[in-house]
């Protein structure tokens, strides 16, 4: 019986095996099924709202028909959002290239333009991670010590976390880097790391990436990083 062809493989971003402790998302398979029952329902009112839509647009223009005028945002126009800033995180497969804009936690935004000109380190951390928590102090060591030389950064994916838990545990551990919000783990989702955390992406200065390290760090091992990685002396 002839064989069925190997599957392909995808490309995906830069990724180290792990190197210390991970704690994944709770809620394992029992939360995947709910998570597709929740999606195959979001698609039955999406249809539902569509075919309303429809039918609306419809008897709208059969009683419009001879009037002219209106607002142009009442119309739908782009003014009509103007002032919005959408989350924003891209990676280039081929120059190694990540950019970024998100919402900082403590106002205004946050992206690669912002901390260009200086190697920086992204730390992702959530405050269901008790490995996130335990690693937290060494990064905040490491920036009072060296942040002149390198940005330090905390994102927090909040597909399964919220602005307080991760507030009190930025406050527990005493962090005064800057940090953002992840909204719907878009640029987490990058580095293909299936929802385990801690994670921590090395970016050189001219904003390529040097490495992804998933797992827990000490004050030793992300100093040694920071070598290897960045060439900055820890």
Not at 109 to 137: D, H, M, Q
Not at 191 to 204: E, I, K, Y
Not at 211 to 233: I, M
Request: proline share 6%; charged share 15%; glycine share 14%.
């Amino acid at each position: 019986m002839p064989r069925s062809p190997a599957p392909r493989p995808g490309k995906r971003g830069p990724q180290r095996r792990p190197h210390g402790q991970i704690q994944r998302r709770p809620g394992g398979a029992q939360q995947r099924a709910q998570q597709r029952a929740q999606q195959h329902r979001r698609a039955g009112l999406a249809a539902g709202a569509i075919a309303l839509a429809v039918l609306t647009t419809v008897f709208a223009v059969i009683g419009s028909r001879g009037h002219h005028g209106g607002s142009a945002a009442a119309a739908g126009s782009p003014g009509a959002v103007a002032g919005s800033a959408a989350d924003r995180a891209t990676y280039d497969l081929a120059t190694r290239k990540l950019n970024f804009d998100l919402p900082a936690f403590g106002g205004g935004r946050v992206s690669e333009a912002t901390l260009s000109g200086k190697p920086t380190v992204i730390n992702f951390y959530a405050s269901w991670c008790t490995v996130c928590k335990g690693e937290l102090p060494a990064f905040q060591a490491a920036a009072q010590r060296i942040g002149g030389r390198v940005n330090f950064l905390g994102v927090n994916p909040q597909s399964n976390d919220t602005d307080g838990g991760q507030a009190a545990m930025i406050r527990a551990a005493g962090v005064t880097y800057p940090t953002a919000r992840d909204s719907g783990d878009g640029l987490l989702r990058l580095f293909d790391t299936t929802g385990s955390l801690p994670v921590t992406v090395f970016v050189r200065a001219d904003g390529t990436v040097a490495d992804v390290h998933l797992g827990g760090l000490t004050g030793e091992s992300l100093g040694q990083l920071l070598h290897t990685d960045l060439g900055v002396p820890a």
